[in-house]
């Protein structure tokens, strides 16, 4: 069982940074393969970001790419979405989610993740 908590959301103006954190409970985390997903209002959840187990294979959707920054540190159990440059576009609901699966599997696939945090509200002002 894993259960993961995000942190670091909040209200930022256009232009501006965040960092969001995902703390994971468990002793196994190093074996998951983690993701980032965003929902707004009306819309569905979409994929954000995705680290490889050992942080050595990243994705991005192309919305982020260039602005968002992925990675994790194992040893405290937590894995990060450094989010730079944001725009109004960026608000919604973000939500971190674990995966006993690969990276690319994280990034393309439709099988249900393994573990959901409870997700972290974003919001960019113009």
């Known amino acids: 069982q894993v259960q993961l908590v995000e942190s670091g959301g909040g209200l930022v103006q256009a232009g501006g940074s965040l960092r969001l954190s995902c703390a994971a409970s468990?002793?196994?985390?190093?074996?998951?393969?983690m993701g980032w997903f965003r929902q707004a209002p009306g819309q569905e959840r979409e994929f954000v970001a995705t680290?490889?187990?050992?942080?050595?294979?990243?994705y991005y959707a192309d919305s982020v790419k260039g602005r968002f920054t992925i990675s994790r540190d194992n040893a405290k159990n937590t894995v990060y979405l450094q989010m730079n440059s944001l725009k109004p576009e960026d608000t919604a609901f973000y939500y971190c989610?674990?995966?006993?699966?690969?990276?690319?599997?994280?990034?393309?696939?439709?099988?249900?993740?393994?573990?959901w945090g409870q997700g972290t509200q974003v919001t960019v002002s113009s």
């Open positions: 468990g002793r196994t985390f190093s074996n998951y393969v």
């Open positions: 680290i490889s187990d050992s942080g050595g294979i990243i």
């Open positions: 989610a674990a995966g006993r699966t690969s990276a690319r599997e994280m990034r393309y696939g439709t099988a249900p993740k393994d573990y």
